[in-house]
């Protein structure tokens, strides 16, 4: 079975630049998760989907970052412009259940360092 | 909201036992999971504990949950270099949805 892809694995762009990310879960996973991690810290949860509709996103700094889930497959997030402490690794994870549990799988993430 | 705490860095050497330990604030999670990370790599499940169990055993790692005390806390026998990494702590938020992390714990072996 494959993994949760994503791409790219590094991105290196200026600050108030513009980068999304992209994200590929298990097929057949109903329940999308974008973390960052910044260096340091454990993943913060930025945004939920079920299908292709958003369950949360109250940690999800809006003014800058928008995702979409795209007919409850495929995933980007994207930040736009980018600051300096958005430098982190963005993880996307997926699971087959509504509410998440143990079956839940992540990606190799996106490293993102802006300057 | 909840709140998870790990102690940032622990140290032991090739062959001992490793003790890593997970305090949190909310005791409505159903799950409770340890995660591995590799340098340069995502997050690995290495094992999960029910929350209406005391203990999990899975070959060389043991997870003892203390529901009283808010502790949680994964046992590695036999550490092995190839245990160096960084493991994290994590809960279910509430209603079972996202996981929430502690800020991980370093693991160096030594051989």
Known sequence: EAGVAQSPRYKIIEKRQSVAFWCNPISGHATLYWYQQILGQGPKLLIQFQNNGVVDDSQLPKDRFSAERLKGVDSTLKIQPAKLEDSAVYLCASSPSPQGGPEAFFGQGTRLTVV | ?111
């Open chain 2, 1 to 111: 909201g909840e709140d998870v705490e790990q102690s940032l860095f622990l140290s032991v050497r090739e062959g001992d036992s490793s003790v890593i330990n997970c305090t949190y604030t909310d005791s409505s999670s159903t799950y409770l999971y340890w995660y591995k990370q590799e340098p340069g790599a995502g997050l690995q499940l290495l094992t999960y504990i029910f929350s209406n169990m005391d203990m999990k055993q899975d070959q060389r790692l043991t997870v003892l949950l203390n529901k009283k005390d808010k502790h949680l806390s994964l046992r590695i026998a036999d550490t092995q270099t190839g245990d160096s990494a960084i493991y994290f702590c994590a809960l279910d938020g509430q209603a079972g949805t996202a996981l929430i992390f502690g800020k991980g714990t370093t693991l160096s072996v030594s051989s």
